[in-house]
């Protein structure tokens, strides 16, 4: 997991899982840029704006978490992209099922890959449907690149 930092924010990004929604890029284009490096520049826009844009990444591959000292309200910084989000009670799930993509889920959740190693998340990741991720479970955004639609 790589790390980008300001004195108010730290943006947590995990390669290995993002699904390449492109979410990030068309939002946020000025602190999203893959032909710059380094491709996250959080001085490009406020710690808020990017927070409300983690809180939308499908994947999780995107968090983010406030350094000590940090300026930004924390009620603000407790949505689904926070690294120190908590689900209290219960967990509740949820899976959607996006039309001709991938499973979106959400909640705190475990998953037993086929060596039998246990990956174990709270918060968002994209599960592949299509078969041909390269990074399977997890979805890579290769169903767009190869136009796979369900019948």
Not at 4 to 21: L, N
Not at 43 to 55: C, G, M, Q, Y
Not at 85 to 90: E, L, R
Not at 125 to 132: E, K, V, W, Y
Request: with cysteine; charged share 25%.
């Amino acid at each position: 997991m790589k790390e980008y930092r300001t004195d108010d924010i730290i943006v947590h990004w995990e390669s290995e899982i993002c699904s390449h929604s492109a979410i990030c890029l068309k939002k946020l284009p000025q602190v999203f840029n893959l032909d710059a490096r380094p491709w996250i520049n959080v001085n490009a826009a406020s710690a808020e704006e990017i927070i409300r844009l983690i809180d939308l990444c499908p994947s999780g591959a995107l968090r983010y978490s406030l350094p000590e000292g940090s300026k930004v309200d924390p009620a603000l910084a407790g949505g689904p992209g926070s690294m120190t989000i908590k689900y209290d009670g219960q967990p509740v799930i949820t899976m959607k099922i996006l039309r001709n993509g991938p499973i979106l889920i959400d909640g705190p959740f475990t998953i037993t890959n086929t060596d039998g190693n246990i990956i174990n998340r709270e918060g968002k990741t994209s599960l592949c449907r299509c078969g041909l991720s390269n990074n399977r479970p997890f979805c890579d955004g290769t169903h767009a690149k190869k136009d796979w639609k369900v019948d």
